[in-house]
């Protein structure tokens, strides 16, 4: 995704000249209406001919000093920011680029761009470091978050949790669990993906979670073995149990010292009216039916040695794809 910076003039070149840019999308910065009532000449940017995603707001170019004298805090500064990040994803996900437009297109425009480009390309820096442009730095800050927060919770459409009390019995076993136990809920999707990050913290700090798949089979053959992994599971073959509430079985093939090992997990399809329990695949998805092939887990292993595999009890699931 290219991410430009423009300022109204150029941007109105542009169109007037024909030559806005295929496959691309804007967000455009404005002058809020208290300062407009200023200047008796401002009017909003008019992108209505362009046949693109618009994304307009209304921000004026504040400092952090300046905040009090408009009734601002850092906090109610900007509240557009989720928005923007939702339409920036949206844009991304479909492929096309980005134009950051301001008056001038040197502050709040080139704040949205580094912080769209630091995000997804880890080169915010390059904007920064450009002596013709001053980037707002609470629109940066603002976006940036805004963006994180999104990737953490809203691009995770789909998402597994066991049943709490499974859970904690699970991590009952563990060395210091009950410190942490009262800080974890499982509410819903937000709750769970808290919780999975908050449980990968504890149990790495305990030495009881293994990252890769190699890790687990090393500390199998050692016989020093950690009960939890967190991995994420690409190319899984899905085998179905046939039943509407029988297992579905997610395996992945790996080698090790030259044979292969199967990780395998055990999952069960949900019927209808089983919905409102809170072990379900969120969303109504089929396990079997909906085509996941990428998925972040979170679960308890143990080693199969009659049939030569890991076998994982999933606790938390995200980011399934």
Known sequence: M???????????????????????????????PDKRMRSAHYTVPDYSRLQCRVYQAAVDDLDPKDLSNYGLTVESFFPEADDIAAFIYEVYRAGEDIICQCDYGDSLSAGCAAAIKEHFSHDGISVFADYRLCPNQMVYNKIHDALDK???????????????????????????????????????????????????????????????????????????PRRFISLRMTQTQWISGGAESGPVIVRKAFYYAGEEINMQMRLFRIRQERRRHRDILRRDVLFGKCGLREFDVLGVMVWDADERQIAVTPLIMTNMV
């Open 150 to 224: 999104y990737q953490r919770y809203e691009s995770s459409e789909y998402y597994y949790c066991a049943k709490p009390d499974e859970i904690r019995s699970r991590m009952e076993q563990v060395p210091g669990f009950g410190e942490i136990a009262d800080t974890l809920s499982f509410s819903d999707k937000t709750a769970c993906i808290d919780a999975k990050e908050k449980l990968e913290a504890f149990l790495k700090e305990q030495d009881q979670l293994c990252t890769a798949w190699e890790d687990a089979m090393r500390g199998f053959a050692e016989h020093r």
């Open 2 to 32: 290219k991410v430009t910076i423009c300022s109204r003039r150029d941007m109105e070149t542009l169109t007037v000249r024909g030559e806005f840019p295929k496959n691309t999308a804007v967000i455009s910065f404005y002058d809020s």
